[in-house]
């Protein structure tokens, strides 16, 4: 059978299914049958690597050039106050892909060689859900996820690049090429570049030497700031690009030890590894024309553990009822209905030299940093403060003394997460090598 006969069919069968159920269920029936989109958006996720949140023109940096990622914003949706879910990569990754905080699914730590640890193909992943769905789906780059790989994942293909060529470049190459070969089905793609990390930073002409910030980091976002650009204008010309979700974001905050190719936190406090705003605030922007409305700033809280939830729910796809999943639907939040709110009342921080415990909350306006069991650093790094994001984005002050009573409130609420954690924790895989 032909790949085109075999499209056929599908949608064939798929229109019979629908027909026939709404003549099952009668007028109203048919109503409903309607209302249920013809085909869900694709989905294309661009995950960076220890990227700011003060590395995005439109995040406020002035030091470096990102027009494709400011117009996308300007099309799209930006959030103010997206979370990652950790402030390193492999349960950041582990958060985004599953809906779940890493603590839950023993993946809290930044998996090396030695590690036998694995996302456990138990968990449902994005890529399991668009499979569900009869999507085409792959992952281009940066997996960090163990050693059960990708294909036991939902993701049909891993695309991966040679380390001596133009990372980001060629990853959006053969993602564009992955979209033109699935054009005419659903499809998703994870594209999680390597850039800008500071120990893979390589620009390539013409961006070398091209940023004002002048480092090797700052042409390394410029570049990638080209190739998304690139993506989104073949997304356009294959006429798929007002049904496609796009989100751009980061893994996790800077690296701010890596002088000079540290990148910038902007007004936030910490960066990658700590608890603070900038280890787990990052970019994220979103475009989506069909649904998303243009030019719109999102204030409420988002995270990366509401991509499958709200995923899942354009697909029609149920989520399992026999686990736990941390993420929220933010469908109304994207769609700028009014009046929505988060749906997220407490964001849980942990940072990674407190692997094991958690580290704090937030809720509404009020971020309680709390009880590290292991205190064994300086109160400059471990401070035990409520702060009010409200009034005080970088962290500088604790007004716990004079809020007892939001102190109380989120401590519980943290000691509450902590024991449901440890309630239903699900374990990982473990490979031996
Ligand atoms: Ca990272």
Known sequence: MSVDKGLDRRRFLRGAAGVAAAAALGPMGARVARAEPERPPNLVIILTDDLGYGDVGCYGAEDLATPRLDTMAEEGMRFTDYYCGAPVC???????????????????????????????????????????????????????????HPPRHGFDEWLH??????????????SIDFIRRHRDDPFFVYLATPDPHANA???????????ERGTEYGDVVEQLDHHVGRLLDALDEMGVGDNTLVVFTSDHGPWLDRLPDAGSAGPLRGGKYTAFEGGHRVPCIMRWPDRIPAGKTCSEIATALDFLPTFAGLCDVPLPRDRVIDGHDILPLMENRRGAETPTEAYFYTEAANPTHLRGVRSGRWKLLGWPEAQTATEDWYPVALYD??????????????NPEAADRLRDILEEHRAEIQRNYRPPAMVSR
């Open 90 to 148: 492999t349960p950041a990754r582990a958060a985004m892909l599953t809906g779940c905080y890493a603590r839950r699914i023993g993946l809290n730590m930044v998996l090396y060689a030695d590690h036998e640890e694995s996302l456990n193909p138990d968990e449902l992943t994005l890529a399991d859900v668009a499979k569900q769905r009869g999507y085409a789906t792959a992952i281009a780059g940066k997996w960090h996820l163990g050693r059960i």
């Open 161 to 174: 690049t040679p380390r001596e060529a133009p990372i980001t470049e060629t990853l959006v190459d053969e």
């Open 201 to 211: 930073l390589k620009a390539w002409p013409p961006f070398k030497g091209q940023s």
């Open 389 to 402: 994001l409200e009034n005080d984005l970088g962290e500088d002050t604790n007004v716990a003394g004079d």
